[in-house]
């Protein structure tokens, strides 16, 4: 009861802060700002050729001395804009007081901000809190970036010493044209266990990820793209993220990590719904997608190509056509049955697919941890029963309230008929077998307070005529 109970509780303070999404509740926010910019001039004459605005700067300052009190309204604005050379605008948001090396800080920006014209954004770090001095080291020079299901991101830095501030610097475009970049608050979490996603973990049984990261490596002649990353994430499955490509020949790797809101279970599995983009045609994009598992940084399990995780049918359906298409991959290996992780990759490996690629290659529609598929055995039945119980049996012992699993059974490995649901393993009771033949079954788990199922587990009944019993000779 209390595995359910705590992440209802969560739920339910994040709907009272009008959030989707909660940060640390002891997290810190910046609450003072500077703001500038630079614009180029004609030289002697000193004519401008480009500008930059800050709309409203004070938007994403807290409240009060603590900094505890996070901004809830609609963010600032900074817009950058050049006819020739380059334009610059900053905002530079200070913390109440020093913050101690180490200490991940993320600055919540609209998703516009990852599809600038060129130019780019930058976060700087600097001991004070108006960006005088040196800058702070960081421990990565590129932020990281995570999208959310609601359509925000959050860039990430560590500074490796002690700071105070953290300066978001905008540039514009080198050609004609207009930057622009929302920025809602900036915070960091002084006890926050995970660095690697703006929201604490919390108890996860159902396993959504609540941010996801994407990443390109190894591209040649070509340009690349995941469009709307957080659709992936947001539970609906018709909308996805569309990994695109632009170029005469694109090789390389496009990578998109989907981190959990907590360690799963041990033995836990991963449910992917996607499709082959339109780019493709009659190609197997499976085997070109690898996904591994994580614990931290440290790859844990085999990594598998989505391919090798399909039926026949399914992978008909993914050469011929763009449907959607379900896998199931539990992080494991052959020494390791009992592996947890928080987080996993979808790496698509460009060069394998041996074409070129210019539009659309694979969509990505929903990444969700399940449990893993029960196991049950094949039964054999006589026809003058009719009637035989089904077990199935889940192959993580280890999980609290294990015996509030729904098993589920169907007549079909997808979508069918609905036979019965259980609570617990209670035997399913397989009727009108009266006629010599083998009937198939299909059975998933669930976990208490879920709503997604494991992959089905197929069972086998093969019904038989009954042995004659040979007649008893009578001796005098």
Known sequence: MRRLLYPLIFIFLCILNLVGYCQPNDAVYANSQTNGGTFPEIPITHI?????????????VASGSTGQTKPVNAGTRLSVSSTAGV?????????????????????????????LLGGGISLQVYATATGTGSTVNLENSTPVTYYTADGNAYMAIKPTGAFRSVRILLTSPLALGTNNLDVFYVFYGPNQSNDTNPFPFNIADCGLPNVTATAFSGLTL?????????????????TGSAYNTAGVSVSGHIIQTFYFNGNS???????????????????????????????????????????????VDLLGLLTSGSTAVTSYFAPKDISNSSVVFDRVTLDFDLGLLGVSLNGNGLNVFDVRRVPDAPTASDVMACTNVGTIN????????????????TYTWYNAVRQGTLLGALVGQIPFLATDLT??????YYVDITKSGCTVPSGRTRVTVNTINPPIVPPIALVP
Do not use: C, H
Request: glycine share 10%; proline share 4%.
């Open 390 to 405: 089904l077990a199935a049996t889940t192959v993580q012992s280890n999980i609290a309230n294990i015996g509030d699993f």
């Open 87 to 115: 334009a610059t605008a900053w905002l530079q948001m200070a913390f109440p007081s020093d913050v101690a090396a180490n200490k991940t800080v993320y600055v919540k920006v609209g998703t516009g901000a990852i599809a």
């Open 222 to 238: 070509g340009s690349v793209t995941i469009a709307n990353p957080g659709n992936a994430i947001d539970t609906d499955v018709i």
């Open 265 to 311: 279970n041990s033995g836990d599995a991963v449910r992917v719904i996607f499709s082959k983009g339109s780019a493709l045609v009659n190609i197997d994009v499976g085997k070109a997608v690898k996904i591994q598992g994580y614990n931290g940084s440290n790859a844990v399990g085999i990594s598998r190509p989505l391919s090798s995780l399909l039926d």
């Open 435 to 440: 006629t010599v033949a083998k009937k198939e």
């Open 48 to 60: 401008p050729t480009g500008s930059f605005i800050i709309t409203n700067p004070a938007n994403a």
